[in-house]
């Protein structure tokens, strides 16, 4: 079993509507939680951290649950701009340093 | 944040040859990670480089392999040795930036080298 799982896709989403896609985890260790953006042929960038509470930002919502170990990313009004690739990240903290494993990304595809 | 830049932006490799990777970072960083992305895959990292000490590899990856230097707070390089095609991928930097022991740090990634060995 992979530590960080995701539906790989593509969700297929109409210009204006909400989207939203999990990710699970494997390891009841991980501390912080990531989600990232990779557009094609570009390196990541943080979209939003997952705090316990949830969290906003924009039209994008975050949330996490520990006790099912998954974390979950909603896009609300979808733009044509927010076609890309989402990676979940996850992080351990560990005396040897911490550790970030990514899930093998979630492809979305907004269309007109 | 950080900014990142690596060299070669992009290669094209002869097999049993070696390719060095360069990072540089805009600010002093304690830590720096290099990360593989093969096609149609996720990250995985390759190795983490600390400055002054061994860089510390994940499993399946090997010194010998993938020597790393760090000899600066801004600098590292990645070499990727004796070059097979199973190696073409896209290589990237990474530095971790934030409140140190609060668990909070965020990675910024490098542009990344896109790397086809034939």
């Known amino acids: 079993r992979k530590e960080v799982e995701q539906d790989p896709g593509p969700f297929n989403v109409p210009e204006g509507a909400t989207v939203a896609f999990n990710c699970t985890y494997s390891?009841?260790?991980?501390?912080?939680f990531f989600w990232y953006r990779q557009d094609c042929r570009k390196e990541p960038k943080l979209l939003m951290s997952?705090?316990?509470s949830g969290n906003e930002d924009g039209r994008f919502t975050a949330q996490l649950n520990r006790a099912s170990q998954y974390i979950s990313l909603l896009i609300r009004d979808s733009k044509l701009s927010d076609s890309a690739t989402y990676l979940c990240?996850?992080?351990?903290?560990?005396?040897?340093?911490?550790?970030?494993?990514f899930g093998g990304g979630t492809r979305v595809l907004v269309k007109p | 944040s950080a900014v990142i830049s690596q060299k070669p932006s992009r290669d094209i490799c002869q097999r049993g040859t070696s390719l060095t990777i360069q990072c540089q970072v805009d600010?002093?960083?304690?830590?720096m990670f290099w990360y593989r992305q093969q096609p149609g895959q996720s990250l995985t990292l390759i190795a983490t480089?600390?400055?002054?000490?061994?860089?510390?590899?994940e499993s399946g990856f090997v010194i010998d392999k993938f020597p790393i230097s760090r000899p600066n707070l801004t600098f590292s390089t990645l070499t990727v040795s004796n070059m097979s095609p199973e190696d073409s991928s896209i290589y990237l930097c990474?530095?971790?930036?934030?409140?140190?022991?609060?668990?909070?740090?965020?990675?910024?990634f490098g542009p990344g080298t896109r790397l086809t060995v034939l």
């Open positions: 990474s530095v971790e930036v934030g409140l140190a022991g609060v668990g909070t740090d965020t990675q910024y």
């Open positions: 390891n009841s260790a991980s501390q912080s």
């Open positions: 997952v705090y316990s």
């Open positions: 990240v996850v992080r351990v903290i560990k005396a040897a340093g911490n550790k970030l494993t």
């Open positions: 600010s002093q960083v304690t830590m």
């Open positions: 480089a600390n400055q002054g000490s061994e860089a510390t590899y």
